[in-house]
């Protein structure tokens, strides 16, 4: 495995020295470390591995080996659940966005599909697909997040409906799904889970409630169900404002490298990028590295942004522009064209603090690594 901070040249051509390393091997651990987090043996929750956006903009491809050992696969759409087959994933795999049209239900075409019901039209386009597979559903409680779901009132007449369709053999399984809109905060669910256990009260089936903020933070809850649903968590990012991803033993699965490209002495009372929003207060030499917006890189992140420059910490200046963006060399004078530059993932520099820094969080940076930034890809069982 080449050093984290080695220029990585995809097909051994020459390349911009900017890449992003997936690590295979921290979403091997994390999902072991999310599996300790619950209790082991018969009437343990099942675990589906949320890899809606392309796993969260690590690439479904690269990491689907260290997800073996996951019960499922989470996805948005049924398009998305076919590549995963097609990459050879045979488990169960749910399906966040059940069918948005009549058409979509085609596409329910292989084994142990589990659809997320959202509305009672769905129900109707399920009847009229040519179905040999019989999907498993989950009825979505609308909850206290107000996407997508049936509200309390609506909730037990969706249930009837979907029992219908069991018996007429064109559905098997119906289960209870939630989604909360506060399990990162203490006291985030109880309310919320109270008022979906009054409503599926009387009803059987299987229960999914937790992402990875419930499951870490509301363990006990997520106990007591029969599938949790992490995603954040696996890629190695903390859901929380005060628990760092180390602090949660989780590690990041994305990192972002670059290098010193360019070295600007600005003299004081100078402007530094666009608009000249950061000002010199004194004669400052500037690193410029190349990574900006068009690569993923958060434009709003402001002056004062953490990044590392050849192992030390130092800060973004000024506005990111597409391409690059300007770095305070003060701390780290011995930087020279070429010098390592961290933009997140390792070094000490969480994704959650630049996505903090910018006003937004991990899982907006992940998912917004652009096409452009080449992958190189570490750990064990590195795929294509
Ligand atoms: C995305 C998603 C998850 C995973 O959430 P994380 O916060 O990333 O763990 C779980 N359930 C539903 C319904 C989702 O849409």
Redesign the pocket.
Known sequence: MPPVNAPYHPQGLTARPLHARIDADAVRHNLARLRAALPAGDGAPRLWA?V?ADAYGHGVARILPALRAADGL?VLHLTEARACRSMGWDGPILV?GGLYSPADALLLDSPRLHLVITHAAQLDWLTQAPLAQRPAVWLRYAGDIHHTGFCAEDYGCAFEAARALARRGVIGEIGH?N?YARADEDDGIDAADAAFRAVIASLPGPVSTS???ALLLHGARAAGTQWV?????LYGAS?FADRSAAQLNLRPAMSLHSQIVGIQRVPAGAGVGYSGAFLAPVATTVGIVTCGYADGYPRHAPTGTPVIVDGVRTRLLGRVSMDMMAVDLAPVPRACIGAPVTLWGASGLAVEEVAASAGTIA?ELLTGLSARVPVQLAGRDPGP
């Open positions: 949320t809606k989470a966040y799904l989604h992402n990875s903020a649903r992490p995603g954040l968590a859901p899982a």
